[in-house]
Nanobody, 125 residues
């Protein structure tokens, strides 16, 4: 079993930055694709970004391209989501997820087997 714990969320003004971390324990996830999702109240959980098992390929939702950067440190079993130029519409609970056996990150939640508890990101106007 893999345990995922997100951290780094908080309250930030529009235009500010946050870095989210997702630490994995239990088993290595170096061979797992990783994804970040977010869910705002009353909305479906949506794909934000994903990274291949190697960390060499990252994918982003159109809404965050150019603002968010996903990276992976397999030696630390940790993935990071650097969020810059934050907008109020980025406000949501952010979740990291692991997809064992997948080289590239699925864009649907059903493609992931392990999930973190979520961390709240609130962007004020």
């Amino acid at each position: 079993q893999v345990q995922l714990v997100e951290s780094g969320g908080g309250l930030v003004q529009a235009g500010g930055s946050l870095r989210l971390s997702c630490a994995a324990s239990g088993r290595t996830f170096s061979s797992y694709a990783m994804g970040w999702f977010r869910q705002a109240p009353g909305e479906e959980r949506e794909f934000v970004a994903g990274i291949s098992w190697s960390g060499r390929s990252a994918y982003y939702a159109d809404s965050v391209k150019g603002r968010f950067t996903l990276s992976r440190d397999n030696a630390k079993n940790t993935v990071y989501l650097q969020m810059n130029s934050l907008k109020p519409e980025d406000t949501a609970v952010y979740y990291c997820a692991a997809a064992p056996g997948s080289s590239y990150p699925p864009t649907r939640p059903v493609g992931y087997d392990y999930w973190g508890q979520g961390t709240q990101v609130t962007v004020s106007s």
